[in-house]
């Protein structure tokens, strides 16, 4: 809704199917703020299609759309239901005052009889406070803006750490961030979690700071001491990311990246949906690119024998329905563009 400036003074509409109380509102508020007025629900509503007033006034009784029809429909409209509402009635009836109040008015002023001074005060204390509350969230959002933009940032700088590490393994935690992030849409997730599940996929090898780089960057066949000490990357991550409250969940996918559908894994041997979904999405997302991109061990494999591969381990080592779905976006994927770009 495009937002219209008519000066430096505060725009209150008034509405109300009366003339006398038009002209009455119009004389007592006039000197301090820019006033408006329109004489139906209709008429209201048709006003705040084009225009932002700081304030409505907004008569009870009213022919066509009544003042609760024409109030529900302003708070039920994301261009319009931040606007605060004061109603206007000559109702002494206290159920009255509960409805609108429950239906979102702000507050609630009596026309038997109307009296300036009050008007006055209300009108001030209202569009007071809706500024000191939209000033609030102003800085919320930007105080969270700040925190989402570092979050990330710094998700992104633990996950480069990793990468250094191997020089073939470079851009293999943004790889598989990127596959979970887009198994978790495609399972209907919510954006909000979606982006977790980003930062877990992220910093699911984190763990692996910990491992000798002599071992991480070892062509050739691990010993058995060796692969035990792989193995303890996954404890290790979850030590490193557990302090870190503003994502509560993120040790969960380097905790238990490696654990396997049917009990096999590491490093608590959980088996089936005793392993955290979040987990068994990265465990998909992460075999995924191991195979389809370049490693001191192994080259990128052809498309149709990583499809296999995962059709193999589907309900073994994957979840089947994960499993599935990362099934469809190979299948999608006519060209092979979802690897390593070399």
């Given at each position: 809704m495009e937002n219209v400036s008519f000066g430096t003074l505060e725009e209150i509409l008034v509405v109300d199917d009366s003339s006398m109380i038009l002209s009455l509102m119009r004389r007592i508020l006039d000197k301090n703020y820019s006033v408006h007025t329109v004489a139906s629900g209709e008429e209201c509503l048709q006003f705040v299609q084009s225009?932002?007033?700081?304030?409505?006034?907004?008569?009870?009784?009213?022919?066509?759309?009544?003042?609760?029809?024409?109030?529900?429909?302003?708070?039920?409209?994301?261009?319009?239901?931040?606007?605060?509402?004061?109603?206007?009635?000559?109702?002494?009836?206290?159920e009255t005052e509960i409805l609108s109040l429950q239906e979102g008015a702000i507050d609630f002023i009596s026309k038997n009889p109307l009296v300036p001074g009050v008007l006055l005060q209300r009108v001030k204390n209202t569009i007071a406070l809706t500024s000191l509350q939209r000033n609030l969230q102003e800085e919320?959002?930007?105080?969270?803006?700040?925190?989402?933009?570092?979050?990330?940032?710094?998700?992104?700088?633990?996950?480069?750490?990793?990468?250094?590490?191997?020089?073939?393994?470079?851009?293999?935690?943004?790889?598989?961030?990127?596959?979970?992030?887009e198994i978790a849409r495609r399972m209907g997730k919510s954006p909000k979690e979606q982006e977790e599940i980003y930062y877990m996929g992220l910093l699911h090898d984190i763990g692996k700071i910990a491992v000798a780089g002599s071992i991480i960057r070892k062509n050739a066949r691990l010993?058995?001491?060796?692969?035990?000490?792989?193995?303890?990357?996954?404890?290790?991550g979850y030590e490193i990311l557990k302090t870190i409250t503003v994502l509560p969940n993120l040790p969960l996918g380097a905790k238990y990246h490696h654990?396997?559908?049917?009990?096999?894994?590491?490093?608590?041997?959980?088996?089936?949906?005793?392993?955290?979904?979040v987990a068994r999405i990265i465990a998909v997302a992460d075999v995924y690119d191991a195979m389809t991109s370049k490693r001191a061990y192994s080259e990128i494999r052809p498309q149709a024998e990583v499809r296999a591969e995962i059709e193999r381990c589907r309900g073994t080592y994957f979840d089947p329905d994960i499993a599935n779905i990362m099934l469809r976006m190979i299948d999608e994927d006519k060209n092979y563009s979802m690897r390593e770009q070399i």
């Open positions: 225009h932002t007033p700081d304030l409505i006034l907004l008569d009870f009784h009213m022919k066509g759309i009544d003042g609760m029809e024409t109030l529900h429909r302003l708070k039920t409209d994301p261009n319009t239901n931040l606007i605060p509402v004061i109603f206007l009635t000559g109702d002494e009836h206290n919320v959002n930007r105080q969270t803006l700040q925190i989402k933009v570092l979050t990330r940032e710094i998700t992104e700088a633990l996950s480069k750490t990793v990468d250094a590490k191997d020089h073939y393994t470079k851009g293999h935690s943004a790889r598989v961030a990127k596959y979970s992030a010993t058995e001491d060796e692969f035990e000490e792989v193995k303890e990357h996954p404890m290790a654990e396997h559908f049917d009990g096999s894994g590491y490093p608590d041997g959980l088996k089936g949906y005793q392993i955290p979904e």
